[in-house]
């Protein structure tokens, strides 16, 4: 379950405690978030949902998968009014207290600097109300990729690494990843482009060769193919789709924006019926292309309960298949 769209309101929370938690309840068991989504609200409403589940006996804490991201400067519960404001939030939040520097920060809000990762671990854990983060991504690192040159891109992901292996030492992460948008999906020849071969070996660095760079998450859906049919990777000595080389390379594949934010639970060529001919609705469908690919999860953002009773009905079909 995704939790990156809504309202940064109380009514919106609500939503979200509820749906997830009936989420769990009915087996669902990875919940996706990340420290900036809807001004940390997101993290706030999954840790509180995640108690509620555990309290009221549906589900162990083992059970449950937990993603978070860190990367963008996230803000404190509603967006401020002004430039002028949010320039006086970095510096209180960050700057004067040193845990980053203006040079840390590309694109007006992103860092990977090794110490305010440090800082973004602690409050996604306070905000979920966790012990432990299951799975933690670099959010978007193709935002630090197109601001550094490649020496430098490697030197940040590298110092960004050894942290993030330092943190599962001490127990506060279990494995990390790269959440990505354009990054893996891109032409090679695309400033924006990530290799993921590359990147495993920078973890290799950092880690040796048990290392835990696991997982990377980009969105795969119906309209965005890349990952299955375009040959973005180079993987040895040839260029391959992305799935394909995350199975050489041992890393698991979150699937990302599988109804593509509710543009595809409707208006879907006809010819789909007949490929999935026992489910019902175009947003089954469509979640049900996504998981019949290689990956571990699909993931699929609800914000009502009749929403989420439709999407089981995908999953109980590719089960039954």
């Not at 990505?180 to 290799?204: C, K, M």
Request: charged share 20%; hydrophobic share 40%.
């Amino acid at each position: 379950m995704g939790t990156y769209l809504g309202e940064c309101d109380d009514a919106e929370d609500a939503r979200y405690v509820t749906l997830l938690a009936a989420g769990v309840e009915h087996g669902l068991n990875l919940v996706d978030t990340a420290v900036n989504y809807r001004c940390q609200r997101s993290e706030r409403a999954a840790g509180r949902a995640i108690r509620q589940a555990i309290d009221t006996g549906f589900a162990h804490r083992n059970e449950i998968v937990v993603s978070t991201k860190g990367g963008y400067v996230p803000l404190e519960g509603s967006p401020p009014k002004s430039r002028e404001l949010y320039a006086a939030y970095l510096a209180a939040e960050y700057y004067d207290c040193g845990v980053m520097t203006p040079a840390d920060v590309v694109a007006g809000g992103h860092s990977i600097a090794p110490a305010f990762l440090a800082n973004q671990i602690q409050r996604s854990l306070a905000n979920l109300g966790l012990d432990t983060i299951d799975v933690y991504y670099l959010h978007n690192p193709e935002q630090q990729r197109l601001a550094l040159d490649v020496s430098g891109f490697r030197t940040a992901l590298r110092n960004a690494f050894t942290e993030l292996e330092s943190q599962v030492s001490r127990g506060t992460i279990r494995c990390y990843g790269c959440a990505t948008w354009n990054g893996f999906r891109v032409d090679p020849s695309s400033p924006s482009h990530l290799s993921l071969e590359e990147i495993s070996g920078i973890a290799q660095e950092a880690g040796g060769l048990s290392h835990h760079f696991r997982v990377v998450q980009l969105p795969l859906n119906l309209a965005m193919t890349e990952a299955v049919r375009a040959p973005t990777q180079m993987l040895s000595d040839r260029l391959v789709p992305l799935l394909e080389a995350a199975v050489a390379l041992d890393v698991s594949v979150v699937a990302s924006a599988s109804l593509m934010q509710s543009q595809l639970t409707r208006g879907l060529p006809a010819q789909l019926s007949a490929t999935f001919p026992s489910l019902k609705t175009d947003a089954q469908r469509a979640i049900a292309f996504v998981r019949s690919l290689p990956v571990s999860s699909a993931l699929v953002g609800m914000r009502t309960l009749q929403h989420l009773t439709e999407n089981l009905g995908a999953a109980r079909e590719v089960i039954a298949a």
